[in-house]
Structure formats: C-alpha cells, structure tokens
T-cell receptor, first 114, second 114 residues
C-alpha cells in the first residue's frame, strides 16, 4: 500500500493564479482531511469529507474549495492564490470519523505564493 | 469546542536524558487524546493515543503518556532520549461524535544534543 500520496511536493505560484493540490489514498478510508501547517501554529483543518460526494468546512476554509467524487481522491483547489496561502498542506485519511481513529498523513505539499 | 495547549515551543535535552513534553487539553466531554510526531520534511505519524481504559498509554519508540483527568493533562515522556527522537511533536484532541475532527496543539520541537 502506498498509503496517502500527495502531488506536487513543492510549487511556486504567482498571486492570483490557481492550482489543485492532489491527494489520494489506497486504504479504502471513508474520511479524508486537508490541513495547513504554518510555523508555530500547528495544523489547522481546512476541509474534510466523510465519503464520496460529502464535504464540510473546517476551521480555515476561506480561499479553498474541495470535491470528492471517489473514495480514493480528495483534491484541494486554490482559485485565486494569495500570499497568506503560503504554507505546507497535508492531506490525511481515516477509516471512520468517530474521533478515536488514527489519521494517516501524506508527505505534504509546500506552496509558496509570490 | 475542544482545545489543546502545549507548553514550550522548543525543548532541549541531552542524549540519554528524560524527555517530558507537556500537553493540557480543554473539553466539555471525555476526550480522545493523541500524540503525533513529525520528522523533518515528512508528514505526521501516530505515536500513541488514549481512547478509553488504561490511562497510561504506551506508544512506539519507547514513548508513553498518561491521561490525568483531574489535571486535564496528557504529557508525553520517554526515559532516555536518542538522537533519532529529534522531531516536532503534536498533541491533539477529539471528542466522540459521528463526524469528529482532530484539534491540534501548536507543536513542540524536541532538540537532542550529544
């Protein structure tokens, strides 16, 4: 099993550009999550999904969009990149979402917006 | 809503010394508690978790943590630090729910000197 994979590993965007961060998991997990990590701030939840076709906002959803058309994939879309979106983005998944499950994380995507 | 406070953004120890990383939580209901570790340029991986039952939880790489309800704490310890323990450690909390999500602390960077 590859686990949770993310592409790209690193990207530089100009202000106003758009991009999609890809995330895939091969563990047949129902729940998937997107976090952003900023230095000294821990991880903040952007969006999560409880299954194909069902998504919900997390703590910091502004400026982002998600979709989940399959169990395996959970892409994160940035429509108009802003310097405040410079961050490291992590995708994670878990089998259920009752609170006690382990979340499995991808290796991250480092995004720089200039 | 639940929250986590990690005392000390950086902790320095010598190799062979005791490791103690502090975590206090706030929750209106009995929580689930987690410690995740992040090695440089990698995603997070689970060290250990408390859900129910025994309050002293053992994890990977010799780490353990004790859930103390009266102190609302879940401190992480290891008797003897190794150089390979140098990483960032995150405490996280969730609550029993059908759609539960993790709330992370800001992280503690563990530095191990020879």
């Amino acid at each position: 099993n590859a686990g949770v994979t993310q592409t790209p590993k690193f990207r530089i965007l100009k202000i106003g550009q758009s991009m999609t961060l890809q995330c895939a998991q091969d563990m047949n997990h129902n729940y998937m999550y997107w976090y952003r990590q900023d230095p000294g701030m821990g991880l903040k939840l952007i969006y999560y999904s409880v299954g194909a076709g069902i998504t919900d906002k997390g703590e910091v959803p502004n400026g982002y969009n998600v979709s989940r058309s399959t169990t395996e994939d959970f892409p994160l879309r940035l429509e108009l990149a802003a310097p405040s979106q410079t961050s490291v983005y992590f995708c994670a998944s878990s089998y259920l979402g009752t609170g006690q499950e382990t979340q499995y994380f991808g290796p991250g995507t480092r995004l720089l917006v200039l | 809503a639940q929250s986590v406070t990690q005392l000390g953004s950086h902790v320095s120890v010598s190799e062979g010394a005791l490791v103690l990383l502090r975590c206090n939580y706030s929750s209106s209901v009995p929580p689930y508690l987690f410690w995740y570790v992040q090695y440089p340029n990698q995603g997070l991986q689970l060290l250990l978790k408390y859900t129910t039952g025994a309050t002293l939880v053992k994890g990977i790489n010799g780490f353990e943590a004790e859930f103390k309800k009266s102190e609302t704490s879940f401190h992480l310890t290891k008797p003897s630090a190794h150089m390979s323990d140098a990483a960032e450690y995150f405490c996280a909390v969730s609550v029993p729910s059908g759609y539960s999500t993790l709330t992370f602390g800001k992280g503690t960077m563990l530095l191990v000197s020879p």
